[in-house]
Structure formats: structure tokens, C-alpha cells
């Protein structure tokens, strides 16, 4: 597998669809305060799969490691892959606590699957995981070149994590989203792959490039607290748009979010498989 990041512009930026990189700030942030997934989601990944100790996989968009370190206690070996070292660097140091030494981190990103094919060998991989990163990527272009990398019965998992903070069915929701937008003086509506359309799309995308399609769901809810809203609100920041002044961002935040204290969130986590 290359490690080299791919010379191909990444537009992150979720919150405002803006182009700058999860790194800095924004990549302690995301470490902090973006929740990891049910370990049911990790279940439904190996039963739709096979997975065993036998298998290898790669979680692309691997972030700060929030599938990559859980995965790796039910396979061989996972490599993580993003084009952030400052993401990377924090999934490694998660790694590393949890005493796994079975995972590899490489910088790079969905056009590099090519190279990967040449590297590790078609049929070779069990499972590639994509945790609320799809949106990033070609999807279409992605699928087709991962058909013959994964072994048969092994496949594709786009994962989604919940709904953005910022569009949820929640007065909270809503008052958090006014603020956002006039903070940032552009309109918060970026739903990150997790829209009923973009889900569409890739479940089209996937059985065009030749995979069975499943979809699964897991749902729960949790109390917020505001830290854990505006630490989630900055990890979806661009690095250049995060307030100088954080006191100030927060009490705003809370100012206009605690009239409709509690913050309750219905998480609905999406597995869509495809196998091949
Ligand atoms: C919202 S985070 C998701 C992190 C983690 N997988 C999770 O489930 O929480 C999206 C990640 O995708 C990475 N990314 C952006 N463009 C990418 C691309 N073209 N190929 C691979 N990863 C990409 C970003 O650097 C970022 O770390």
C-alpha cells in the first residue's frame, strides 16, 4: 500500500462543506469528542461478513480510530487509512493504550486503492470499513476498484454515526443550528452521507459495482452535555474557522442552547454492507 498521501485535493470541513483538513485542533477535538460506535455495529460487521482471526482489514477514513481499534480485536491485522497524520497519530496513540499490536496506520486515501491491490493481492482483504467518510470520497470510482480486493463473502461497510448536532429533530438541534449559521454567516447543512438520498446513492453505487446490498440499523439515545455539543460542534470545524476565543463561542452555544436543556440525541448508527 502507498504511503504516500495522494496528491488529490481532500475537502473536509464537514460543518460548512468548507476545504480544510481534520488536523490540529480539529483532530484533538474529533479524538475528544466524537463518540465511537455500539459494539453491536462492530457484531453486525463480522456476522455479515465472516470475519475471523484469519482476516485482514482496512478502515478507510479511519480518523482517530473510532472503528479501526475495536476491529482489531476480532481480526488479524487492520490498517488504518487517512490522509490526516494528525488523525492518524491520534488513532495510533488509541491503539497503542488499548495494547493492540496488530494495527497499521498509513497515510493516503481512496485513490490509492489501486495501489493497494498491487500491494496486499487481490481476494486478500476481509472486510473494508468506511466510518462517515464516504462523503469525501468517489464512491462510484471506490466500490468498483474494492470489488476485487476483498475476498469472496468479505465486502464493503459504510458506516454512519448519527445525525450532525446541528440537524437534528431537537428544539436544542434547531437553536444550535441558528446559532452555527449565524456564527458562520453560511447556511449548517451538510448531512454528511447520512440524508436518506446519499444513502441511496450508495447503495445503487455498491450493486452496480457487483455486491449483494444489506442495510442495518442500530439505534440508542444519549444525554449531551454542552462541552461534549460545542467539542463536537469544533471537531466539524475548518481548522481556519475554529473562534480564537472558545470561552466566548461556548457561552454563546450555551446562551442559546440552554432554554431547551435536556439534550437528548437519538442516535440512529446505518450499517449498509455490500458483499461480494
Ligand atoms: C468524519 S471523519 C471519520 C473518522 C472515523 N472513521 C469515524 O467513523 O469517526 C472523516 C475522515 O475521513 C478522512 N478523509 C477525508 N477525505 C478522505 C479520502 N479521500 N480518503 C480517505 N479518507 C478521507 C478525513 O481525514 C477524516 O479523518
Known sequence: ???????????VGTLSGMAQGFRGDVADFYHRYRRGYPLAVLDAVVEVFGLTPDDVAVDLG?????????LAERVRAVIGVDPEPDMLAHGRRAGEERGAANLAWVVGTDADVPAWRAVLGDGSVGV?????ALHWMRHDELFRALHPLVRPGGGVAVLTNGTPLWLQDEDWSRALRECLEQWL???????CGTDEESQARYRESLAAA???????????TAE??????VGGVLSALPVDRLPADRQAFTDLVRAALEPHAPFTEHVHV???T???
Open 62 to 70: 479511519c480518523g482517530t480510530g473510532q472503528v479501526t481499534v475495536p
Open 210 to 220: 457487483g455486491f449483494r446490498v444489506d442495510v442495518r440499523g442500530v439505534d440508542y
Open 274 to 276: 455490500g458483499r461480494r
Open 185 to 191: 454567516g453560511t447556511p449548517a447543512g451538510n448531512a
Open 224 to 229: 449531551l452535555d454542552l462541552e461534549s455539543i
Open 270 to 272: 446505518t450499517v449498509l
Open 1 to 11: 500500500m502507498s504511503a504516500i498521501a495522494s496528491a488529490r485535493t481532500t475537502t
Open 128 to 132: 473494508v470499513t468506511i466510518g462517515q
